[in-house]
């Protein structure tokens, strides 16, 4: 059991590793600004929330410019 938490990660770096509150209300904001509810999931990792959050943000002021 040890070796399996070791090669997988604890359960510490894995709550560590989760999106934050702030994330997930920007994240879910944006997805409902750009019509995309899909890319809003509660279950997403701080590195996934962030590209997300980042590709909405872009894909907002794209479609802004025109």
Request: glycine letters at 6%; one cysteine or more; a positive charge.
């Amino acid at each position: 059991m040890r070796a399996t938490a070791v090669k997988y990660g604890g359960v510490k770096e894995r709550l560590g590793a989760q999106m934050t509150r702030a994330q997930a209300l920007r994240l879910k904001s944006l997805s409902e600004e750009a019509y995309q509810p899909k890319q809003y999931a509660r279950d997403l990792t701080f590195e996934e929330a962030e590209r997300r959050i980042r590709g909405l943000e872009c894909e907002i002021a794209l479609a802004d410019s025109f």
